[in-house]
């Protein structure tokens, strides 16, 4: 993609998502907020996990990225039956671990789906369904339990404020570079606790979500202004956080004064 033409489908991706240039705001969805902590029956993402091994690849440096061209028609098959499986069950019927093991698959197969829907297009921001549409995240894309869902429902209205868990941000991938990798393990019960921790001290510790340039100056994901409130109150607190985690820059990010620079590459995660 063009630069100048990335740029101002930034800026315009950015005022399309809420008048103030960030992301939604969490907004609960009440008929999700459900669950049967009695229920010990798992959701089967053997299908996903399929998919993963065979098309998703870790690069040398430190970004996954998925052979969408490679998808064969069979395993495009495999995950339509994969979204069919996950949307025809009720997750308020299961506990709280399993829904969120469920939640963050159903949006990243989906986000697959979108991308395999949109072959010719090189970046996810293209993939609307309006003519002015700006990326996919408002387009209904399947119903579960009577109700039609968005990704940005699924992100926005169930994970984010029924978990509260800033993590959830390197869990859901937008098939961006750069976003957080895309995890090589389908999300489950026993994995989940490890694969949100690795995701954060992954992104982190690469450029694309903390690097200082150089000139000293220091430049973070959007991620981390889009989403301010979830990782601290303000920058001093993001600053802490991130140090807390960072395996190299901790003094740096704890003494940092200056001006902060944000930036994303919406560039799609192909290999």
Wanted: charged fraction near 25%; proline fraction near 4%; charge should be negative.
């Amino acid at each position: 993609m063009r630069p100048l033409i990335q740029l101002a489908m930034t800026v315009v991706a950015l005022s399309y998502l809420s008048p103030a240039g960030a992301a939604p705001k969490a907004d609960l969805w009440p008929f999700w907020d459900a669950s049967d902590e009695t229920n010990a029956q798992s959701i089967d993402h053997g299908r996903w996990q399929s998919f993963l091994d065979a098309y998703l690849q870790a690069g040398s440096d430190g970004i996954n990225r998925v052979a969408y061209r490679s998808v064969s028609d069979d395993d495009r098959a495999e995950l339509g039956e994969y979204l069919d499986s996950l949307s025809s069950l009720d997750p308020r019927a299961y506990n709280r671990a399993e829904q969120f093991a469920y939640w963050v698959n159903l949006y990243n197969a989906l986000t697959v789906e979108v991308i395999l829907r949109n072959p010719k297009q090189g970046s996810i921001l293209r993939m609307g369904r309006g003519f002015f549409s700006i990326g996919p995240w408002n387009d209904r894309l399947l119903t579960i339990a009577g109700q039609p869902l968005t990704l940005n429902d699924i992100e926005h209205r169930i994970l984010r404020p029924i978990w509260q868990d800033r993590r959830i941000h390197y869990a859901v991938n937008c098939a961006s570079i750069g976003c957080p990798n895309l995890a090589t393990a389908a999300f489950t019960v026993s994995n989940t606790e490890s694969l949100l921790a690795a995701g954060e001290a992954a992104y982190i510790n690469h450029e694309r979500g903390v690097r200082f340039d150089a000139r000293g100056r220091l430049e973070l994901s959007d991620i981390y202004t889009w989403y301010r409130d979830d990782f601290a109150a303000d920058e001093p607190g993001l600053l802490r956080y991130l140090a807390e985690h960072h395996a190299t820059m901790s003094k740096e990010l704890r003494a940092y004064t200056g001006r902060i620079r944000y930036s994303y590459d919406w560039a799609l995660n192909r290999s």
